[in-house]
């Protein structure tokens, strides 16, 4: 039954039936009562949302000094790292030109003890493929194997000095007598402690009879002989292995092929300690910055409550939604929230259609053969605690719910409050209205 037209000067229903007494006045006081829960909802939102205000700008204060800062000490480190790369970069030149140098000492002391810098290129290359081919497995070889390639390249010629020995045959050779004599040292030594060995068995083979013989016979256990004083000596060392000259002379090659300075290892570390920390910085400053830029709603409520996080009370599942991160039903991921509209984004074609106070969580956990989950949720004005309530799955996989909060509580949504219903704005423009009610709104 449309009872409208019971306050809109007629007196009686669309269907010709009186309106009963008072009826019209019934309903201005129910509307008014409703009004007035509003409002004082409206009036601890607004002070609550007062507090947010503040705490936003608090927040957006620090992060916008923060990245100040932050912008000053990269810039300082960056000119920092410049100087300390030029650094490390001559101190690199010195190292490489001290390590060829070094190197190159190396290499003319096993070219001239090899006699390898009086072959010709030729010579020298017929010697390279004479190794390969002979895949020379140790050190005496290789002398060897240099030995004959002089002793071809002395054939054709009258250079004395290529028949002669080079140093490195010299020490070679004796290297070799060495040796043979630590070999066969070596060989005695062993069997000395191989014969040691055997009499101490014996001599324990022998204790132990006796004692096992006494105790058969009841007799009292002879006391073990004491160790010859032989067997208490200690055990004659084996004589130490010698390198080959020749390998003394490549180990030291190798080792100046990985020279390195202390300065230049101590400007390399600086360099790297302050690119690290120039990173860290920069990173930080990014987040600072992507801080800044975000949207937060209007008056920035909504950075206020950035990382909190409202949880849904009773219900099948427990719904949780955290600002700027994850909305779950219990742990399913109904998404991440997108960021909210801006007010000064441009691409948004109609802002009047942008509802400010909507979030929205998307690219949940993929539903079953439908879309990835997402959520929902709209703001209404109230004053805090926030609460998550009315959560539901329109269709499946997509959620929709409503959160009460402060964020919401601004001008705009006393307004609304104040505007006379629908129905009866309607019928004011339609024929005059025997009621007018104003209400003036509270002025802060
Ligand atoms: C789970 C919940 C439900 C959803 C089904 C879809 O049970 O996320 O909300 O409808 O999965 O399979």
């Not at 002070?47 to 205000?53: E, I, P, Y």
């Not at 030995?147 to 010629?157: F, L, M, V, Y």
């Not at 009499?199 to 004491?226: F, H, I, L, S």
């Not at 939604?321 to 779950?328: E, L, S, V």
Request: hydrophobic share 30%; net charge negative; aromatic share 4%.
């Amino acid at each position: 039954m449309d009872t409208t037209d019971c306050c809109d000067g007629s007196d009686e229903y669309a269907s010709g039936a009186a309106c009963p007494t008072g009826e019209c006045q019934r309903r201005m006081q129910s509307f008014q009562a409703e009004r007035a829960d509003q409002l004082r909802a409206l009036e601890d939102g607004q002070r609550d949302r007062r507090q947010l205000m503040e705490r936003a700008k608090k927040l957006l204060d620090e992060a916008e000094a923060s990245a100040k800062e932050l912008e000053a000490r990269a810039e300082q480190l960056r000119a920092q790292l410049e100087q300390l790369e030029a650094r490390a970069a001559e101190e690199e030149r010195l190292e490489a030109e001290e390590r060829d140098r070094q190197v190159a000492d190396k290499q003319d002391v096993l070219l001239r003890q090899l006699g390898l810098d009086q072959l010709t290129q030729r010579q020298l290359a017929t010697l390279v493929l004479d190794m390969a081919r002979s895949r020379i497995a140790n050190s005496d070889d290789t002398v060897s194997l240099i030995r004959s390639a002089r002793e071809q390249a002395a054939a054709g010629t009258e250079e004395q000095s290529l028949k002669d020995p080079t140093q490195m045959d010299d020490s070679a050779s004796a290297y070799k007598k060495r040796e043979d004599t630590r070999r066969r040292e070596t060989k005695r030594i062993e069997r000395e402690i191989e014969s040691r060995r055997k009499k101490k068995e014996q001599r324990e083979k022998e204790a132990e009879e006796a004692r096992a013989k006494a105790e058969a016979e009841g007799a009292e256990v002879p006391t073990p002989e004491p160790a010859p004083a032989e067997e208490e000596e200690e055990e004659p060392k084996l004589p130490e292995e010698e390198a080959h000259p020749l390998d003394v002379l490549l180990d030291a090659l190798a080792e100046s092929k990985g020279f390195s300075r202390a300065e230049t290892t101590a400007a390399r570390e600086a360099r790297d300690e302050v690119e690290k920390q120039l990173s860290t910085e920069e990173k930080s400053l990014e987040d600072a910055k992507n801080l800044l830029f975000k949207s937060y709603g209007p008056d920035n409520v909504f950075l206020a409550l950035k990382d909190e996080c409202v949880e849904s009370a009773g219900g099948a599942y427990k719904y949780k939604i955290c600002f700027f991160g994850k909305a779950t039903q219990d742990h399913t991921s109904l998404g991440t929230m997108k960021d909210l509209p801006s007010e000064t984004d441009e691409t948004e074609k109609d802002q009047e259609d942008v509802d400010p106070y909507r979030l929205e969580f998307t690219q949940g956990t993929k539903c079953w053969n439908g879309p990835h989950r997402s959520l929902t949720v709209d703001v209404v004005c109230g004053p805090l605690p926030m609460e998550l309530y009315e959560v539901e799955e329109p269709s499946t996989c997509v959620y929709k719910g409503k959160l009460r909060a402060p964020l919401a509580c601004d001008e705009q949504h006393r307004a609304k409050i104040m505007a006379p219903p629908a129905d009866v704005a309607r019928a004011a423009a339609a024929t005059p209205p025997h009621h007018i009610e104003f209400e003036v709104p509270a002025v802060f």
